[in-house]
């Protein structure tokens, strides 16, 4: 990859630019361009996180309080594993005080502090495999999933407001009393019934956009806390084998 105007000119910071390609689409040399200028991906290089999306949810936990050291943390969809890296050291994890289980369908490289499983979130037994490496209920549930784009607002909104909806599901089951849940989500309007419905079981649910959220994006995190524990109707995972 060849770019012009690396480094700093006469003491100015200068916008990298990607030469064409024709083996790179517009969308694709656009992409690189915005990731080369990006300062959170520097950061991120820098301070040794795995992603850019690190510092969404440090954000989040430096206004609203959501780990704490010795709390129990669930990552649906944690590749390549920025969040779970940011959880393992606030509920520190990585001292044997905490524990930050990551869930995807991809393998992901080790992490101090975290435990990863390849395993998908929608399978019916789930929720009891997971309490089950946890040794009991979540303090926090969080996913930063998006689902792969059409190029179709409509569809791509309905997409991940479809994921968001599931991890709410999953949370339910497995979160403790007062437990928090944050999701990624767009703007389009369904994410309106999203949080209405998060409002049965959460004492407070709000919409959050931190600032490693790029300002040209509709990208938003809905966050609930206080969940207050599941109801009667919902389903009670099989009690947790703790001599196992």
Known sequence: MSTEGSGRE?????KQRVKSSRKRTTSQT????????????ARAKREGYRSRAAFKILE??????????GGRVVDLGAA???WAQVAAK?????????????????DIDTIPGV????????????????????????DVVMSDMAAN???HKKTDHLRIIGLAELAVEFARQVLAPKGAF????????????????????????????????????????VLATGFRGRSLNDPVPAPVDRQS
Not at 196 to 203: I, M, P, S, T, Y
């Open 115 to 138: 435990q990863f499983q390849v395993m998908d979130f929608n399978d019916l037994d789930a929720p009891e495999r997971l309490m089950h490496m946890l040794g009991g209920e979540a």
């Open 30 to 41: 656009r992409w690189l361009e915005r990731q080369l200028n990006d300062p959170y991906v």
């Open 90 to 106: 606030r509920v520190r994890s990585e001292e044997g005080q905490g524990k930050v289980i990551g869930i995807d369908l991809l």
């Open 60 to 69: 989040i936990d430096d206004r609203y309080h959501l780990f704490k050291p």
């Open 182 to 221: 944050v999701a990624k989500v767009f703007q389009g309007g369904m994410e309106t019934a999203l949080l209405n419905d998060l409002k049965r079981d959460f004492a407070i649910v709000r919409h959050v956009k931190p600032s490693a959220s790029r300002a040209d994006s509709s990208e938003l995190y």
């Open 80 to 82: 390549p594993g920025g």
């Open 10 to 14: 006469g003491g100015r910071s200068l």
């Open 149 to 151: 784009t059409t190029g």
